[in-house]
Antibody, heavy 122, light 106 residues
């Protein structure tokens, strides 16, 4: 059974860097059938895809709304991938989800981690 | 970017009734359209991918249809656990989600 689990600080100060890690079990993140994504949901709002990393380490990001503040990396030895978001503001307060992405023409997300709430506040 | 518009915003129905949810894309997404269910306090769950294919373990009361710009998610007979928010998602180069439809008990 494939499972994903987000971890990281629940509180980040404005202008600082948000760092989250997603631990994956049940499948290797090097499996070429999948990419690995970060998605967020602001309080009471819809879902926003942030970006993903492929099985070969290539990355794709939602541009231009995140304006180069985001980077995604992977550690295959730990079967984890991570999100870094710099210069955060209150607008980055959200539940952050990691998800497995099917690397098919119809790219879809399954399963998702349970999500972690990150609050940006001083 | 492709914008997805879901309607209605809220659907009030009784258990056992049929639910029909719409998702319209601002440009064609061919059949690269998925549907998710999100219950309160939970992560989204994949229901349908490639417009009409049910994900593993999803009951057959859930069905998807459409292509191009107009898509529909149908729940044939609502069960109590189906009252939730539903999102559509497209992949046309950069994934994006619709704003969601809340299915609530009438």
């Amino acid at each position: 059974q494939v499972q994903l689990q987000e971890s990281g600080p629940g509180l980040v100060k404005p202008s600082q860097t948000l760092s989250l890690t997603c631990s994956v079990s049940g499948v290797s993140i090097s499996n070429n059938a999948y990419f690995w994504s970060w998605i967020r949901q602001r309080p009471g709002e819809g879902l926003e895809w942030i970006g993903d990393i492929t099985y070969s380490g290539d990355t794709y990001y939602r541009n231009p709304s995140l304006k180069g503040r985001v980077s995604i990396s992977a550690d295959t030895t730990k079967n984890q991938f991570s999100l870094n978001m710099t210069s955060v503001t209150a607008a980055d307060t959200a539940v952050y989800y990691c998800a497995r992405t099917y690397a098919s023409a119809s790219r879809y997300f399954d399963p998702w981690g349970q999500g972690t709430l990150v609050t940006v506040s001083s | 970017d492709t914008v997805l518009t879901q309607s209605p915003g809220t659907l009030s129905l009784s258990p056992g009734e049929r639910a029909t949810l719409s998702c319209r894309a601002s440009q064609t997404v061919i059949n690269y359209l998925s549907w998710y269910q999100q219950r309160p306090g939970q992560a989204p769950r994949l229901l349908i991918y490639s417009a009409s294919r049910r994900a593993t373990g999803i009951p057959d009361r859930f069905s998807g249809s459409g292509s191009g710009t107009d898509f529909t998610l149908t729940i044939s007979r609502l069960e109590p656990e189906d009252f939730a928010v539903y999102f559509c998602q497209q992949y046309g180069g950069s994934p994006s989600f619709g704003g969601g439809t809340k299915v609530q008990i009438k």
